[in-house]
Each structure stands twice: as structure tokens, then as C-alpha cells.
């Protein structure tokens, strides 16, 4: 179980970001790390890696690396310019390495799979815009983090991509309908990664399925936008996960 969340103000968080400099979202999600992650404003450093590569050097002064979503980017092999990734991959990595506590969501799940061996496919037709119901899996019913969830739960979501096999070490902790890895981490040190959205609630999900409108739409758009906008449910408001795997992390750290 996760115990009561300590101070976390000295907790040095470097958020990595896929997002173009101009994407409405990049400040957005920022704002709902700090919130549902109870994060110091001071102590969150943001990194968009689409606007340069990443050193090696910000893990000198992070005590945590969280990596959030992606408007318009993908990690899938036929995504097209990948440029940003390797160098992404290799900060990750590196990260693992020093044995920083590490969480990600959504193309954080993605990135951590694909860094470390495994795939991502896109497939519209399996995509997952909402709030789903997702399903712990029995290791995710005995887990540290994720065992204080019911099973299932209810999960806020907005992908096309999706793991299609585990990266070296991946344990599967939680799965949906259309997704069979929605939840994972590594067998060695403090890393989690989730397909679902933690740090998103109900209005946030709105302010995505607006800006991101053009993405998520198939054929005509029809009548869509009433459609994902009635999929998304209240009670799908963020669960504590950031916060308690930060509170982890903590007591991990010694702080």
C-alpha cells in the first residue's frame, strides 16, 4: 500500500514533452502534472523534446522524470520523422541507469516500450477516446501503486497507439477492451508507466477532444464531436496515481 503522501516539494521533477512549441496543450499539461501530482511549481521542469534533443545532463539535478502525451507525434515504425526519439530514448535509458524513479503516460507508455525493445502499433479502429473501463490484472491487484485502484476502474483515454509487445522486463498491471497494456512497469527500481490518463479529469478531457478535434475524428465527423464528448464520464476524474507514485518515489529517495 502507498503510504500517506510526505512533503514532496523537494522533489526535483523534469517533465519530458513530445508536443509542438505551439501546441495549446504544452502548458496545459504542465499544469495538470502540478496539480494532480502535487507538485511544487518551483521543483517542475519542464523539456520539450521537439524542440531540441535532450542532455544527458538534466539528470544531474532530477530527482524524478515523468514523460506526458504527444498531439501530433508516434513512436509506431511507419510514424515518419523520428528524429526526436533516439535521443529521447537515450535520456530514458540513461535515466533507468541511475535508478531515477520514472513514470510516463500515454506516449510515455509508448516511449519507455519502444526504448527498451519493445512495439507500438496505431490503429484507429482500436482507438480509445474517453473515459473506458479498465481492468486490473492480478499482478496489477498486488502491486505497490496500483493495488489502492478498484478493479476495474474508471480511466480517462485519448490514443490511436497502443503497446503491441512488452519492453525487456515489462510487467502487465492493468488492461481495457481495446487496449491489453494499460498499465505496465519494470521489474527493477521505481518505473511505471500508464496507456490511460491520470493527470487528466473531466474538463481537462473536453479542452483535448477540442483542440485535438481534427485528430480523433473518422469519415465525415458527422455528429462526432457529440459522440466523444458524451463518452467522457465525471467519474472518471483523476485517481491520485501521480501523487502516490511521487510519495513512493519519496520514500524511495529518502526525501
Not at 513512436?75 to 528524429?83: I, K, N, P, T, Y
Not at 506516449?107 to 512495439?119: E, F, H, N
Not at 489502492?148 to 477492451?177: D, I, M, Q, T, Y
Not at 481537462?204 to 459522440?227: H, S, V
Request: proline share 9%; aromatic share 6%; glycine share 8%.
Amino acid at each position: 500500500m502507498v503510504p500517506p503522501h510526505p512533503p514532496l516539494s523537494r522533489l526535483r521533477v523534469t517533465l519530458l514533452q513530445v508536443r509542438d512549441h505551439e501546441d495549446p496543450m504544452l502548458l496545459h499539461e504542465q499544469e495538470c502534472f502540478l496539480r494532480h501530482g502535487a507538485i511544487d511549481p518551483d521543483r517542475l521542469r519542464p523539456f520539450n523534446v521537439i524542440t531540441a534533443p535532450p542532455p544527458l545532463s538534466l539528470l544531474d539535478t532530477t530527482d524524478v522524470v515523468m514523460l506526458g502525451g504527444s498531439g501530433d507525434y508516434s513512436v509506431d515504425e511507419e510514424a515518419g520523422d523520428l528524429s526526436w526519439f533516439p535521443p529521447m530514448a537515450e535520456l530514458v535509458l540513461a535515466s533507468l541507469e541511475r535508478g531515477l524513479p520514472f513514470f510516463g503516460t500515454c506516449m510515455g507508455i509508448q516511449v519507455l516500450a519502444r526504448a527498451l525493445g519493445g512495439s507500438v502499433v496505431c490503429d484507429p479502429t482500436r482507438q480509445e477516446i474517453g473515459t473506458f473501463e479498465v481492468n486490473l490484472t492480478e499482478a496489477g491487484r498486488t502491486d505497490p501503486l496500483l493495488s489502492n485502484l478498484p478493479s476495474p476502474f474508471l480511466a480517462n483515454l485519448g490514443h490511436k497507439c497502443r503497446v503491441e509487445r512488452l519492453p525487456r522486463g515489462g510487467v502487465v498491471l492493468a488492461r481495457s477492451e481495446r487496449c491489453p497494456v494499460q498499465a505496465l512497469r519494470l521489474d527493477r527500481g521505481l518505473v511505471y508507466a500508464t496507456q490511460f490518463h491520470p493527470e487528466l479529469d473531466y474538463h481537462g478531457m473536453r479542452l483535448r477532444i477540442t483542440t485535438y478535434y481534427e485528430k480523433y475524428k473518422t469519415g465525415d465527423g458527422t455528429g462526432e464531436r457529440d459522440r466523444l464528448f458524451a463518452a467522457i464520464r465525471p467519474e472518471g476524474t483523476p485517481m491520485p496515481l501521480i501523487a502516490d507514485f511521487l510519495a513512493l518515489a519519496a520514500r524511495q529517495l529518502g526525501n
